[in-house]
């Protein structure tokens, strides 16, 4: 059996060779999957602005994506509790690999390459113990499954790394499910999301939880600022008339924050955030709220609360040198930044959740 060091080592040596890099296909910025008037299914190439770079055809509905940071491939993965994800060549549409979720397993619509882009890693649900684990796959061989370790928690959603480390950090929003039971809690009396520091190799430096009291706060998306700082956007799954805050940050070693808005404004949020980033300096933070048909925007440093936005359904969330991008379920792009929001939109296309940022 060829051991992990040897795809490593083969990884490496492919890695070397020249590939065809996001320059060739128009430099996009981000990706996002979104449904067509047909019914379709597709992932776009977005640019900075919200323009249009491709758009290839999807077998399913999709959730998010993930770029790899030299070739122009993308890896993306369908709805949880999805059971594939495809490997698609940028440039023209090619399906390079099919991921099948191994026997007892599914994904949760999240993955994030190594920093090296020789590893895939990927969030999963062990469907016989509804524990989380996290797959690997040799992106220089096929996308071959070399293993999985575990997530550090249940129902991990999204993933990513520290910046310059391989590092994961993982969001377990807490919760269990089975596809036999569609998206209902199984441990609603028990759940507890965290945020999990995960090297390579399985090993769990850190584990993360909120207060008992916010144990039903289920941790889900994530963006990681440049020097490590992680933000996390989080679902209530408690009691109805509680509307705790939806965003935490947290640097290894240090207790989490919570960073919540007035009343007011917290309870149009429906206790619902679907996308969180940073902007592109690391001044704000900000969240959306698809439900709520709300963004909120919040000083990174001091954690206040500076301001929201109305716009229906929008949930996908980017920085850009202006400010964000954010997109809608209604097919809207829009620019927010100091200015006025500038907003367009695709005719017969609703985004779904998530802006996957390029490079």
Same mark, same amino acid.
């Given at each position: 059996?060829?051991?992990?060091?040897?795809?490593?080592?083969?990884?490496?040596?492919?890695?070397?060779?020249?590939?065809?890099?996001?320059?060739?296909?128009?430099?996009?910025?981000?990706?996002? *999957?979104?449904?067509?008037?047909?019914?379709?299914?597709?992932?776009?190439?977005?640019?900075?602005?919200?323009?249009?770079?491709?758009?290839?055809?999807?077998?399913?509905?999709?959730?998010?994506?993930?770029?790899?940071?030299?070739?122009?491939?993308?890896?993306?993965? *369908?709805?949880?509790? !999805?059971?594939?994800?495809?490997?698609? #060549?940028?440039?023209?549409?090619?399906?390079?690999?099919?991921? #099948?979720?191994?026997?007892?397993?599914?994904?949760?619509?999240?993955?994030?390459?190594?920093? /090296?882009?020789?590893?895939?890693?990927?969030?999963?649900? /062990?469907?016989?113990?509804?524990?989380?684990?996290?797959?690997?796959?040799?992106?220089?061989?096929?996308?071959?499954?070399?293993? #999985?370790?575990?997530?550090?928690?249940? @129902?991990?959603?999204?993933?990513?790394?520290?910046?310059?480390? /391989?590092?994961?950090?993982?969001?377990? !929003?807490?919760?269990?499910?089975?596809?036999?039971?569609?998206?209902?809690?199984?441990?609603?009396?028990?759940?507890?999301?965290?945020?999990?520091?995960?090297?390579?190799? @399985?090993?769990?430096?850190?584990?993360?939880?909120? #207060?008992?009291?916010?144990?039903?706060?289920?941790?889900?998306?994530?963006?990681?600022?440049?020097?490590?700082?992680?933000? *996390?956007?989080?679902?209530?799954?408690?009691?109805?008339?509680?509307?705790?805050?939806?965003?935490?940050?947290?640097?290894? @070693?240090?207790?989490?924050?919570?960073?919540?808005?007035?009343?007011?404004?917290?309870?149009?949020?429906?206790?619902?955030?679907?996308?969180?980033?940073?902007?592109? /300096?690391?001044?704000?933070?900000?969240?959306?709220?698809?439900?709520?048909?709300?963004?909120?925007?919040?000083?990174?440093?001091? @954690?206040?609360?500076?301001?929201?936005?109305?716009?229906?359904?929008?949930?996908?969330?980017?920085?850009?040198?202006?400010?964000?991008?954010?997109?809608?379920?209604?097919?809207?792009?829009?620019?927010?930044?100091?200015?006025?929001?500038?907003?367009?939109?695709?005719?017969?296309?609703?985004?779904?959740?998530?802006?996957? *940022?390029?490079?």
């Amino acid at each position: 059996m060829t051991t992990r060091r040897a795809f490593l080592a083969g990884a490496t040596a492919a890695l070397s060779l020249p590939v065809a890099g996001w320059a060739e296909v128009g430099d996009p910025a981000f990706l996002s *999957a979104a449904r067509q008037a047909s019914g379709a299914y597709a992932l776009y190439g977005l640019s900075a602005g919200g323009e249009v770079r491709f758009s290839l055809p999807l077998p399913a509905r999709g959730h998010a994506a993930a770029a790899h940071p030299h070739r122009a491939e993308a890896v993306a993965f *369908a709805r949880r509790p !999805g059971f594939f994800a495809l490997v698609i #060549d940028c440039r023209d549409g090619r399906v390079l690999a099919q991921l #099948d979720a191994p026997s007892g397993r599914h994904f949760y619509g999240h993955g994030v390459f190594s920093r /090296d882009g020789a590893l895939l890693f990927t969030t999963e649900n /062990d469907l016989e113990t509804l524990e989380g684990r996290i797959g690997i796959w040799d992106a220089a061989n096929g996308y071959a499954r070399i293993g #999985d370790i575990p997530s550090g928690g249940i @129902g991990p959603h999204d993933i990513a790394r520290l910046p310059d480390s /391989d590092l994961l950090v993982i969001a377990n !929003g807490g919760i269990a499910t089975h596809p036999d039971s569609g998206r209902m809690p199984l441990n609603s009396a028990s759940m507890r999301g965290n945020l999990a520091y995960i090297s390579a190799d @399985g090993a769990l430096v850190e584990r993360v939880e909120l #207060d008992i009291g916010l144990r039903q706060n289920s941790i889900r998306h994530l963006s990681l600022r440049a020097d490590g700082l992680v933000a *996390a956007a989080m679902q209530w799954e408690g009691s109805a008339g509680r509307f705790p805050p939806l965003l935490l940050t947290h640097r290894l @070693g240090d207790a989490p924050r919570l960073l919540g808005a007035p009343e007011g404004e917290q309870r149009r949020m429906r206790n619902y955030a679907g996308s969180v980033g940073f902007s592109r /300096d690391g001044q704000f933070l900000a969240i959306t709220s698809p439900r709520g048909g709300q963004l909120h925007r919040f000083d990174a440093a001091t @954690g206040d609360f500076l301001s929201a936005t109305a716009m229906e359904d929008v949930c996908g969330l980017a920085a850009t040198a202006q400010g964000f991008l954010v997109t809608t379920g209604l097919g809207h792009v829009a620019q927010l930044a100091d200015e006025p929001l500038t907003v367009t939109r695709l005719a017969g296309v609703a985004w779904d959740n998530h802006l996957i *940022a390029i490079g």
